[in-house]
């Protein structure tokens, strides 16, 4: 299924917790992105990294980390600094010749 | 800045219908722009890059700059057209910004 595989499909979280979504590819991707998704607003990029060990905000970065220590791998973590953090989030790749591969995604909901 | 406008938030039309899907950027150099599609179910994917000039699925974008478009196009809707559409633009970097999306519904 895929190239990019995002888990768990679906994650609660309590208030004030942390919690970490998975991104893998095996795609050989340089580039990777983690982006939100809301009705009505389209996508929002948080964070991306278009190399192993470097990674840079996006437009909504607050409230979010990532660390990229491995090419295939590219975690989200979602703090409790996130004041909203109920969303779906979605993670996607690309060699750079600007084609996207997005994975399935994750639901987020804060219960 | 670099902005992507996607007016409609919901199309209807009925099957065999022209489809019209409206996308206006913002951007001062020269974008790459995309058309891509979420199937309910599915993953988000590629439909089109106006760099290739490709039709797929019988859907067509043509890249306006004057106007500053590029709306995507079918002359005979079908059902199973239904979907959500966003355009996305790339300026001098690998990242897309993305619309906020329409949803096209086909009416059998």
């Known amino acids: 299924d895929g190239g990019i595989t995002q888990s768990p499909k679906y994650l609660f979280r309590k208030e004030g917790q942390n919690v970490t979504l998975s991104c893998e590819q095996n795609?050989?991707?340089?580039?990777m992105y983690w982006y939100r998704q809301d009705p009505g607003q389209g996508l929002r990029l948080i964070y991306y990294?278009?190399?192993?060990?470097?990674?840079q905000k996006g437009d909504i970065a607050e409230g979010y980390s990532v660390s990229r220590e491995k090419k295939e791998s590219f975690p989200l973590t979602v703090t409790s600094a996130q004041k909203n953090p109920t969303a779906f989030y979605l993670c996607?790749?690309?060699?750079?010749?600007?084609?996207?591969?997005f994975g399935s995604g994750t639901r987020l909901t804060v219960v | 800045a670099q902005r992507v406008t996607q007016p409609e938030k919901l199309l209807s039309v009925f099957k065999g219908a022209p489809v019209e899907l409206k996308c206006n950027y913002s951007?001062?150099?020269?974008?790459?722009l995309f058309w891509y599609v979420q199937y309910s179910r599915q993953r988000l994917q590629l439909l089109l890059r106006?760099?290739s000039r490709e039709s797929i699925k019988g859907f067509t974008a043509d890249l306006n700059k004057g106007e500053t478009s590029f709306h995507l196009k079918k002359p005979f809707a079908q059902e199973e057209d239904s979907a959500m559409y966003y355009c996305?633009?790339?300026?001098?970097?690998?990242?897309?910004?993305f619309g906020t999306g329409t949803r096209l519904q086909v009416f059998p």
């Open positions: 106006h760099i």
């Open positions: 990294s278009q190399i192993v060990n470097d990674f």
């Open positions: 951007y001062s150099g020269s974008p790459e």
């Open positions: 795609l050989n991707h340089d580039a």
């Open positions: 996305a633009l790339s300026g001098n970097t690998d990242k897309l910004i």
């Open positions: 996607a790749s690309t060699t750079g010749n600007y084609g996207y591969t």
